[in-house]
């Protein structure tokens, strides 16, 4: 691609109201759609497109096609391609369930990228499909620039899926809306165990209903039925308008393969034939992989995890953990010695050397599970760090106080916590002054959840290291339906100037709930 010196971009919505124009005449991606398509032999790709793990130089373009193609990309400067660069992409067929991810090396710092993928017939190239476009920004190569992204997780959970009578999922056109640099999502992005009902009837006699589909009739345990959970979110209009225009950090939790599991369970739940997690969860990251672009799962240069480090500028590193891959069973979590912990030692280890090596201003470690909120598994056992037990760290806590007193010593600056999981809202701040481990400097973790699934009320919280709830949103009982309490997402905005971070946390329909503004440089907040 050739630029020319920067230009001061147009606000996206204006750039994006010719080119989403293709992506937002697509109706739901329905069979119904398929036979005009199949005579003319061109492919198709109603399933939009997404953007992943953008940095300064580099991103991951992702598709799907409704039959075998080659996947041809072209970024420009401009939505009138003038000069447009040409990616030639992967032949995507059955082997990736037609999806495919091509990689962009060598992008300018700090730009609107816009980009438009075309799918090719591969007996016949000139016989192609409809473009879809899209656009995204990279990282800043300037602290001056800014940063700002959003958060949130749990998507299509306790039954609650995509109901037309409401548009859909509406949170992600107005999280469209507000012109985020990225997404990051914090996990359980389906719910491969939740089934998903035509209808569902509220306790106000009002009536829930349901885009359905095969796959989410029951929970998902064959490749097929995993790829069918991943495929389903892309119903949602809304949800391909934003993968158009919001690039998107992923990682995952366990209902992308099942509810609290872990490594080495063996299931007794009736609902599975297969009872092996490690089997259910092979066929899990490999439809998890064809779905979402992220670059250590890329074939090109991944290593296989999705634990990694995405740099987004000067100002901000941000760490994607893997809180469940490498943990121990679920437990009452009083153990006294415990090196696997929630991360699993070579996990710590990388976490410890790569946040010591950041020159990042700011430090966003994002859990798929929280930290001081006590998360139960059953009557005895414990889901994520904490146990109940205000003490010191035992089981899994150990590995966290490992961290934190690294990061303390070490004067590692600008660390914050951000996750969903657990479907409400709040703010907790750690300082060693209410704790019973005390080696570690205050930092806080920020909570925002659900977007599309059901409202939890608020969970206890462990004081071993010193939680103080300062905000909470929450409902009052289990399983508050979509329509009966707003969805929750939280926004990181990043002051170029001062290097402020402000963390604002939202409700769906508008509302900012709580903020609070962090400064710069310091090992503790």
């Known amino acids: 691609m050739s630029y020319r010196p920067r230009i001061p971009s147009p606000d996206r919505r204006t750039v994006l109201r010719g080119s989403l124009a293709a992506s937002a005449a697509l109706t739901l991606p329905v069979a119904a759609a398929a036979p005009a398509f199949a005579l003319s032999g061109r492919p198709r790709a109603a399933w939009g497109v997404q953007v992943g793990d953008v940095t300064a130089s580099s ?5 799907r096609s409704d039959r075998p193609a080659r996947m041809i990309v072209e970024t420009s400067a401009t939505e009138s391609f003038r000069r447009a660069r040409t990616w030639h992409g992967p032949l995507v067929g059955s082997g990736t369930d037609f999806t495919g991810t091509t990689p962009l090396y060598g992008l300018p710092a700090g730009e609107q990228v816009h980009y438009r993928v075309t799918l090719a017939d591969p007996d016949d190239p000139r016989r192609t499909g409809e473009p879809v476009y899209g656009t995204f920004r990279t990282a800043p190569a300037r602290r001056r620039d800014g940063v700002r992204f959003l ?10 899926g995509i109901n037309p009578d409401i548009g859909g999922y509406r949170v992600y056109d107005e999280m469209r809306r507000l012109d985020p640099d990225f997404f990051l999502c914090s996990g359980d992005n389906i719910y491969a165990d939740g089934v998903i009902e035509p209808s569902v009837t509220l306790p106000d006699g009002r009536v829930w209903r349901n885009v359905t589909t095969e796959e989410k009739a029951k929970v998902a345990e064959t490749l097929a039925e995993y ?29 992308e393969v099942r509810n609290n599991w872990y490594p080495g369970q063996i299931l007794d739940d009736v609902r599975y034939t297969e009872k092996n997690v490690d089997v259910l969860a092979a066929r899990s990251m490999r439809a998890f992989r064809e779905y979402f672009p992220v670059s250590t799962l890329h074939e090109s240069s991944g290593d296989g995890r999705v634990h990694r480090v995405v740099r987004h500028g000067p100002l901000l590193d941000v760490f994607v953990l893997d809180m469940r891959s490498f943990r121990n069973a679920n437990s009452p979590g009083r153990q006294p010695d415990d090196t696997t912990g929630i991360l699993g030692a070579e996990q710590l280890d990388w976490l410890k050397r790569e946040l010591s090596r950041s020159r990042a201003v700011w430090k966003v470690i994002a859990a798929d599970m929280p930290l001081g909120l006590v998360v139960t598994d059953g009557a005895t056992d414990f889901e994520a760090v904490a146990q109940g037990d205000p003490g010191a760290p035992l089981g899994r806590e150990l590995q966290i106080a490992e961290l ?18 657990v479907h409400y809202t709040s703010a907790q701040h750690y300082a060693p002054e209410r704790a019973a481990f005390k080696d570690f400097a205050p930092f806080w973790e920020f909570v925002s959840g659900p977007m599309a699934a059901g409202g939890f009320p608020a969970n206890a919280l462990d004081s071993t290291f010193g939680p103080d709830r300062v905000f909470v949103r929450a409902p009052d009982r289990a399983n508050v339906s979509p329509m009966e309490s707003p969805q929750f997402f939280g926004e990181v905005d990043i002051d ?18 709580f903020s609070k503004v962090l400064q710069p440089g310091r090992v503790g907040q």
Do not use: M
Request: net charge positive; hydrophobic share 40%.
């Open 404 to 421: 934190l007193r690294f990061i303390k010593h070490r004067r590692i600056t600008g660390t914050l916590w951000l996750t969903a999981d």
């Open 227 to 255: 790829r069918g959970n991943f495929r389903y979110n892309l119903l949602d209009d809304n949800l391909r308008k934003f993968n158009a225009q919001v690039p998107s950090i992923i990682q995952w939790d366990d209902h």
């Open 59 to 63: 991103a991951l373009v992702w598709v």
């Open 496 to 513: 170029g100037d001062s290097g402020e971070l402000t963390v604002r946390l939202r409700a769906q329909g508008g509302s900012v709930l």
């Open 151 to 160: 958060w949130s997780g749990d998507i299509a959970g306790q039954g609650w």
